[in-house]
Nanobody
Framework: QVQLVESGGGLVQAGASLRLSCAAS????????MGWYRQAPGKQRELVAT???????NYAESVKGRFIISKDNAKNMLYLQMNSLKPEDTAVYYC???????????????WGQGTQVTVSS
């Protein structure tokens, strides 16, 4: 029904920048919020940043001032600009969408398959 596809990950050196993208497609009536999450090896998945339909943004303390989340409503795209990357940012980054697939249906959550970000020191 709904697919989320992330792209833009890669291997970079500390201090570099990367831009992640997430394309949402399929049966989408409206999106409540979208967000980026990450999971490092041996750790639980954690929130990186979220953005609501009205543009309210929330960042994890560890990325404030370095990462910028944005969206293109017309294209159902989500972005994460990551600057001043650190080795501790190394993780698989996942896109999540909380949305409604048709009018009056309950909200559902969907996840992408993830994209690897590796930051070398």
């Amino acid at each position: 029904q709904v697919q989320l596809v992330e792209s833009g990950g890669g291997l970079v050196q500390a201090g570099a920048s990367l831009r992640l993208s997430c394309a949402a497609s399929g049966r989408i009536f409206s999106i409540n919020y979208m967000g980026w999450y990450r999971q490092a090896p041996g750790k639980q998945r954690e929130l990186v940043a979220t953005i609501t339909s009205d543009g309210s943004i929330n960042y994890a303390e560890s990325v404030k001032g370095r990462f910028i989340i944005s969206k293109d409503n017309a294209k159902n795209m989500l972005y994460l600009q990551m600057n001043s990357l650190k080795p501790e940012d190394t993780a698989v980054y996942y896109c999540k969408a909380n949305l409604i697939t048709r009018q009056l249906s309950p909200r559902s959550e969907y996840w992408g398959q993830g994209t690897q970000v590796t930051v070398s020191s």
